[in-house]
């Protein structure tokens, strides 16, 4: 079946200006993360949700981040403002037990 | 806190010669451990896992790792390397103290496979 979706796959944005980055999961999959990838890092976590709640949105670095997923399904991450320490590969997972992740093939934000 | 140690960042083998990449992690209870690799411009893709069970785990492409808790570690292995093995691979370990069962991900080691 389709896995992960993610769109953009590549975003170029001028600093100051806002991006909407989009996630499909895999269908009936109740948890999704974002995790934010620098260059030469690991990925790291931003926020989680089960179905529509967003239960833990302790890694998302600012304000000027904001994640929904308002009917369980695909997810929006938005960053306001955007500044050049946001660039980065910004890659979702869906998971059906939370025991195992399938991850997007991830958004590349490169900001000017 | 639990975490995760990857020693080598670069690692280099020649074709047909064992792959070792080493993974320690930090953990005050029985932690889920994951290997994924990614190959450029994609995302991760998962080569194996631990949750409970059999301590060696065996995955996909050859590749295998062994869940030793008195060493903390969860080294990946593969007898014989395939140039196809070039890539990043990162350890993972689940989050099971807060109940999120989000990943740490250790900072990756890119594996060269010389001809």
């Known amino acids: 079946g389709a896995g992960v979706s993610q769109s953009p796959r590549y975003k170029v944005a001028k600093r100051g200006q806002d991006v909407a980055l989009r996630c499909d999961p895999i269908?009936?999959?109740?948890?999704l993360f974002w995790y934010q990838q620098a260059l030469g890092q690991g990925p790291e976590f931003l926020t989680y949700f089960q179905n529509e709640a967003q239960l833990d949105k302790s890694g998302l670095p600012s304000d000027r981040f904001f994640a929904e997923r308002p009917e369980g399904s695909v997810s929006t991450l938005k960053i306001q403002r955007t500044q050049q320490e946001d660039s980065a590969v910004y890659l979702c997972?869906?998971?059906?037990?939370?025991?195992?992740?399938?991850f997007g093939p991830g958004t590349r934000l490169t900001v000017l | 806190a639990q975490s995760v140690t990857q020693l080598g960042s670069h690692v280099s083998v020649s074709e047909g010669a064992l792959v070792l990449l080493r993974c320690n992690y930090s953990?005050?209870?029985?932690?889920?451990l994951f290997w994924y690799v990614q190959y450029p411009n994609q995302g991760l893709q998962l080569l194996l896992k631990?949750?409970?069970?059999?301590?060696l785990v065996k995955g996909i492409n050859g590749f295998e790792a062994e869940f030793k808790k008195s060493e903390t570690s969860f080294h990946l292995t593969k007898p014989s390397a395939h140039m196809s093995d070039a890539a990043e691979y990162f350890c993972a370990v689940s989050d099971t103290i807060a109940g999120t069962y989000k990943y740490i991900f250790g900072t990756g080691t890119r594996l060269k496979v010389l001809a």
């Open positions: 631990y949750t409970t069970g059999a301590t």
């Open positions: 953990s005050s209870v029985p932690p889920y």
């Open positions: 269908s009936g999959h109740v948890s």
């Open positions: 997972a869906s998971s059906a037990d939370r025991k195992e992740q399938f």
